[in-house]
């Protein structure tokens, strides 16, 4: 198999994951804005911060942006915009467009329907009402593509980039999911109403803390999958246990990990690759949730993603060659 | 009901399937049997099928819009067929074969001693000014002396019945897949034709140009590794790129997937590291093929080809340097190569053709330029012509002064009166033009397509059948004429 032809079928698979995996970070945060108690006013910015996209978004536009509507547009109409849901869906098209005589013309006809639907209808998710409804509709196209991937594509060299792409992608994505809910949090102690009784306090933040976990899994569909794994009410350090060490959840980092080192180990020349997975194993299987606090999870969070971005760089050095295109960015970590 | 073919004829002209007296040749009768049991209505869903089944089989080209970016349109296809006889098509069949080999003798010829040139049969000045001579291939011994390996050669029919070859095209010839496809999509949508006929098939193309390309490897192997190298998604043809890189089972590749290492072989770079190529099916112009040796700008190429291809390390089909047979003042010499070279009298006759590098042949031009086509030598796509019938006094003179200031650069030629046939609007047929362009492949041994692809022009009365400027397609058939 070219070179050029992996990696674009390997970036044609992360961009419709991004595609998705924006479609349900917008869509828990959202959720999550719904959940805030009266007179915490929602942070957009962090959002769009989230997806690497700071530059495109000052300090100004978010303190005026009570409605999100500029964030919104970063995220998901803009062209100009590299994270936003538009731009993914050009780009996985683009990169689909030169690989369709390897692939089942069905999938094309997905890709190119999804991008018909996105650019005549994305303006609709800018206001509150249609958003959801736009939002769901992505995620369930994108959930189609994949499955006329996985059900009519020959398992060889070509759909394990795929699977690589998706994978790498995915667990990008869980990891800036887990990191929205963290930007989301409620203010510390010393900034709570200090005329409050503290009991009182406590159980109210007890209360949204786990409705707030509880819109993370939904957003990922895994609050069942949560239910029957972990057969415990839905609490922080569970849930983080959940989504980043879960060896059965198909979005949870481990999993992801574990099915792309399998890849590997198939492929030759993966050795550097795996190197990578395993430290990425063994950070994961020793972070102790209960003991992270806010702003060290952020930091393991950030360490993730670093790891992420380093496999793919060793992925592109053992088998895309120099002609890695320079334009398709990894998402800032 | 059906359809009233007395209604249909034009004057003065000859219809691939209607007589002058509005009777349908013999060829057409099961044909003409079948609309007569059809409605407009009829008709019209089934030209919505065809076009349906093309948008599902993704057969599009591509053209630039104004605005410089570029758009997959859709193939436009017209349900009637194309419907020529065995017996004639063997003729032409034979003379198309002629045509290639005294072609790929010339070119050869004109690498090596030119001797056409010393026995004052072809003038030393048309080299001299050919935009397609390489000077790098002189000396080349390329595998079994053939240059163009694949040929595609427009033939049109004036009214006095008789086929002409319109142009070879030597460079990079494009169509055929569009022709496979048309079968297919007549297959899908008027079957109940094919069981009238006995149509001779035509899907054995992607394996002869597989042998075609596999004959020309330096290495010999069973599977030799044959690669088809596109410029990329944004060109015109790249639905027929991929689509024979798919047929033939190979890999379609851009110029930056291929290197040529110190060792002047070409290598793909793949997953598993360099893979050697041995034929390289070029889509690219000579121009393109190699910054190192031709356009320095040039992105599509890949440096240090043309030294691999010299080196004989790697076969390039075409040949770079075969384009130069792809000129119209080449062209009015193939009758002259056919006789120098084979010693035989070419089977197939060209258009009569003035050419204003000859000072009598100009002033004749000059003089009757509303009755001429005039056509530049160099340029392809039915681009930069005067159609001298259809032509405003201010053209003819503007191009009465490019013709004066490069003689060499142009020829002309009678106004022919292309065949028409019977073409679907709103159920009904009306006559169209048309031309066909059958394809030669060359290298141990010669095949010619039976038939070719069929272009139509759509507009009334209009001689262009370009598809990026309004032409369309048919299916083509040759009938074995035994069993109607």
Redesign the interface.
């Known amino acids: ?6 990696s674009n079928i390997y970036w044609m698979a992360r961009y419709l994951e991004r595609a998705e995996g924006v479609a349900r970070l917008i869509n828990v945060n959202s959720n999550l804005l719904l959940d805030l108690p009266k007179g915490i006013s929602p942070k957009w910015g962090q959002l769009v911060s989230i997806t690497g996209a700071d530059e495109l978004y000052s300090q100004e536009a978010d303190d005026s942006d009570r409605d999100g509507r500029q964030a919104l547009k970063i995220l998901i109409t803009d062209e100009k915009s590299p994270v936003s849901l538009v731009t993914s869906i050009v780009n996985a098209r683009e990169n689909a ?2 690989v ?2 390897v692939m089942p ?1 069905e999938v ?2 997905a890709i190119n329907s999804l991008f018909i639907f996105a650019k005549d209808g994305s303006a609709q998710a800018l206001g509150k009402r249609g958003r959801y409804q736009f939002l769901s509709d992505v995620i369930e196209q994108c959930q189609t593509i994949s499955g006329i991937l996985a059900g009519t594509m020959n398992r060889d ?1 070509g759909y394990m ?1 795929l699977e690589m792409g998706r994978l790498i992608e995915r667990a990008d994505m869980t990891s800036r999911i887990i990191d929205t809910r963290s930007a989301n949090l409620l203010p510390n102690d010393h900034e709570m109403d200090e005329e409050s009784p503290a009991l009182l306090e406590a159980v109210k933040r007890r209360t949204y803390d786990s409705l707030q976990w509880m819109s993370v899994l939904k957003s990922l569909t895994g609050y069942q999958m949560y239910r029957l794994e972990m057969q415990v009410r839905i609490q922080r350090q569970e849930v983080l246990k959940f989504l980043m060490q879960s060896t059965v959840f198909p979005r949870s980092i481990t999993r992801c990990m574990l099915e792309i080192e399998a890849t590997l180990e198939i ?3 993966g050795e550097r690759a795996l190197l990578v997975i395993n430290r990425l194993k063994r950070q994961l299987d020793h972070a102790n949730f209960t003991k992270l606090k806010q702003t060290e999870l952020q930091h393991f969070v950030d360490q993730l993603q670093v790891g992420f971005s380093q496999l793919h760089d060793e992925l592109g050095y053992a ?3 120099q ?1 890695q295109d320079a334009k398709q960015t990894q998402a800032a970590g | 009901m059906g359809i009233d073919w007395k209604k249909y004829t034009y004057p003065d002209l000859y219809d691939e399937l209607i007589d002058a007296n509005g009777k349908p040749r013999t060829i057409a009768e099961p044909l003409a049997r079948q609309l007569a049991n059809m409605d407009p209505e009829d008709l019209i869903r089934l030209k919505q099928t065809a076009e349906l089944a093309i948008k599902e089989m993704g057969v599009s080209f591509t053209v630039y819009d104004a605005e410089g970016g570029s758009i997959d349109r859709q193939w436009p296809f017209d349900i009637l067929p194309r419907i020529m006889g065995s017996r004639e098509w063997t003729v032409v069949d034979k003379g198309l074969k002629q045509r290639a080999k005294a072609l790929n003798m010339f070119i050869d010829d004109l690498y090596h001693d030119q001797r056409i040139i010393k026995d004052k049969v072809f003038p030393k000045e048309v080299i001299a000014k050919s935009k397609n001579f390489r000077k790098q291939c002189i000396g080349m011994n390329p595998a079994h002396g053939i240059w163009a390996h694949i040929c595609g050669s427009d033939l049109v029919r004036h009214s006095d019945g008789n086929i002409y070859v319109l142009e070879d095209n030597l460079r990079v010839p494009s169509g055929v897949s569009y022709m496979l496809e048309n079968r297919q999509v007549m297959k899908r949508v008027f079957a109940d034709l094919f069981s009238e006929y006995s149509i001779l098939p035509v899907d054995d193309y992607p394996s002869q140009l597989f042998d075609t390309l596999a004959a020309l490897s330096p290495r010999p192997a069973a599977y030799p590794q044959v690669v088809v190298m596109t410029p990329g998604i944004y060109n015109s043809a790249y639905f027929e790129h991929s689509y024979l890189a798919q047929q033939m089972g190979c890999e379609l590749v851009q110029g930056s997937d291929l290197i040529v290492d110190d060792d002047d072989c070409v290598y793909m770079k793949t997953i598993d590291g360099l893979e050697r190529v041995d034929v390289i099916y070029r889509r690219v112009d000579d121009l393109f093929l190699d910054p190192e040796v031709f356009d320095k700008t040039s992105m599509l190429g890949v440096p240090g080809l043309m030294r691999a291809w010299l080196a004989g390390n790697v076969a390039l089909a075409n040949a770079p340097g075969a384009g130069v047979a792809d000129d119209k003042v080449v062209y009015a010499f193939v009758p002259d190569m056919i006789k120098y070279y084979l010693s035989e009298e070419p089977i197939l006759p060209n258009v009569p053709t003035y050419l204003c590098m000859r000072d009598d042949e100009c002033k004749y031009v000059l003089e009757n330029l509303e009755k001429l086509v005039v056509k530049p030598a160099n340029e392809s796509g039915g681009y930069g012509l005067l159609v001298g019938p259809q032509s405003t006094k201010k053209e003819r003179e503007a191009f009465a002064k490019l013709i004066k200031a490069d003689p060499r650069n142009f020829i002309a030629q009678p106004t022919l009166n292309l065949s028409t046939i019977p073409t679907l609007f709103d159920g009904k047929p009306e006559p169209r033009h048309v031309d066909m362009r059958p394809f030669i492949l060359s290298s141990d041994q010669i095949h010619v397509t039976t038939g070719g692809l069929t272009r139509v022009a759509l507009t009334k009365g209009s001689l262009v059948v370009n598809s990026s400027q309004g032409g369309g397609s048919k299916d083509t058939w040759i009938i074995d004429e035994e069993s109607i």
């Open positions: 198999m070219l070179s050029r032809v992996a467009r030169t369709r005589d013309r094309w006809e060299a980039f492929l030759e020349n088998y895309f060659g002609i």
